[in-house]
């Protein structure tokens, strides 16, 4: 970076790098058994373009959890609750702590 602050005006050949995300993104959702974040139904596929008979766009893919779910345990609970008390919060203009604040905005924090 020194050198090229120094001699901004460079006589080497650049290295032009094309990566072709749009041939990657099929494979990617195939391998990994992703859904597309967008569903069609069947009013899109008889508005398109493409729906012949012989189209081979559809295809059904059955669909997994892939997610954790961890519960939190009485130690994060009385953690967050801590980090909450060493916090103030601004209501109708004044500073409070957590405890001054009403149940139900307690509830919404």
């Known amino acids: 970076l020194i050198e090229l602050r120094d001699n901004p005006r460079r006589d080497e050949k650049p290295s032009i790098y094309h990566l072709d995300v749009g041939a990657m993104y099929p ?10 974040s967008s569903m069609i139904g069947q009013q ?4 398109c373009d493409f729906n012949t008979p012989d189209k081979q766009c559809l295809r059904e893919m059955p669909w997994i959890w892939r997610g954790n779910y ?7 609970m009385n953690q967050q609750l801590a980090q909450l008390e060493q916090e103030r919060f601004e209501m109708n203009g004044m500073i409070k702590h957590y ?5 139900d905005r307690q509830a919404l924090l």
């Open 27 to 36: 494979n990617i959702i195939l391998t990994n058994r992703l859904q597309p």
């Open 70 to 76: 961890f519960a939190a345990s009485r130690n994060d």
């Open 44 to 47: 899109d596929c008889a508005a």
């Open 99 to 103: 405890r001054e604040l009403p149940e």
